[in-house]
């Protein structure tokens, strides 16, 4: 690796499992001092036990556990440079007319108000030791058009991007930058739960995928390196779509890169195809 987060200090929520794993294992092979967080403790010290890292159990809707996790970050390695709210479930499903307000607010409070405690703690931490870090938390397409996911979680998903936009202009005196990442599927435990299995999750993200084939995990852990690290430092307020063009190629997208075999793309010149 190239040590492109050499000596910064990384707290990384949702971290036993899918993305948040993945970023753990790609930010410590990249020289990060990462900590991580979940509210899967066993998965999570078992994961930060093979990284040699830190590990601080919170549940992310309880903000007292968020502040915890800061203030452990910084009592095992004196300081934050990147906080990463990736933590997430799928929540209520269904329609908005058989919603109940308490599924409204228990989702609302893992996939939202989780990010503004990630970002309130983080964000005081950084501006108390001198300003400069890097925020970044997981929205997803679902956040950015209509349609493509649960009603309550497409809302905190967008409000997710909002949060993101707000604190970025605020947090510029301080030198702190803050981002989001909104993918589409990615094959993670998350999706497989609500496909049935990593088969039927895997054909089910490639089918809808303009470039034919399932975003992995990893994938996402590299658009958060880059978000991460100095090669980004004016990069700030934006949420990246990892979503393969599907959201730009409108529905028409997976019909027209995959119809290279019924000949679409046999019809246009050849510098076209
Ligand atoms: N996988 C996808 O297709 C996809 C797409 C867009 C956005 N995302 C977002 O990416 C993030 C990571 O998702 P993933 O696919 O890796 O899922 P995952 O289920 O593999 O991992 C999520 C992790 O979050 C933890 N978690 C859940 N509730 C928590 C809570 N209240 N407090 C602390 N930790 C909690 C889980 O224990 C788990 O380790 C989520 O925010 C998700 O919404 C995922």
Request: glycine share 10%; with cysteine; hydrophobic share 45%.
């Amino acid at each position: 690796m190239n040590g492109r987060l050499q000596g910064k200090v990384v707290l990384i929520t949702g971290a036993a499992s899918g993305i948040g794993a993945h970023t753990a294992r790609l930010f410590a092979a990249e020289g990060a001092h990462v900590v991580l967080s979940d509210i899967n403790a066993e998965a999570g010290q078992r994961l930060a036990a093979e990284l040699d890292a830190g590990f601080a159990a919170a549940d992310v809707s309880v903000e007292a556990q968020v502040e915890a996790a800061v203030r452990y970050s910084v009592a095992r390695h004196g300081r934050l440079d990147c906080m990463i709210n990736n933590a997430g479930m799928i929540g209520v499903i269904g329609s908005i007319l058989d919603t109940d307000a308490k599924d409204w607010d228990r989702t609302l409070a893992v996939l939202l108000d989780s990010v503004f405690y990630g970002i309130k703690h983080a964000g005081r931490q950084m501006r108390d030791q001198g300003g400069g870090g890097s925020i970044l938390s997981l929205s997803s397409l679902a956040g950015v058009v209509g349609g493509v996911g649960p009603q309550v979680y497409s809302v905190a998903k967008a409000g997710v991007i909002a949060i993101t936009r707000g604190a970025a202009s605020e947090l510029a005196h301080y030198n702190i930058r803050v981002n989001a990442v909104a993918p589409d599927l990615v094959v993670t435990p998350l999706v497989d739960q609500v496909y049935g299995d990593r088969a039927a999750s895997t054909e089910r993200a490639a089918a809808k995928s303009p470039l034919g084939s399932a975003a992995q995990p990893l994938e996402i852990a590299e658009t958060l390196l880059y978000l991460a690290s100095d090669a980004a430092r004016h990069v700030s307020a934006h949420t990246v779509v990892v979503d393969s063009g599907l959201s730009t190629a409108g529905n028409s997208a997976s019909a027209l890169f995959h119809s290279r075999e019924a000949g679409f793309l046999g019809k246009l010149p050849a510098q076209f195809q």
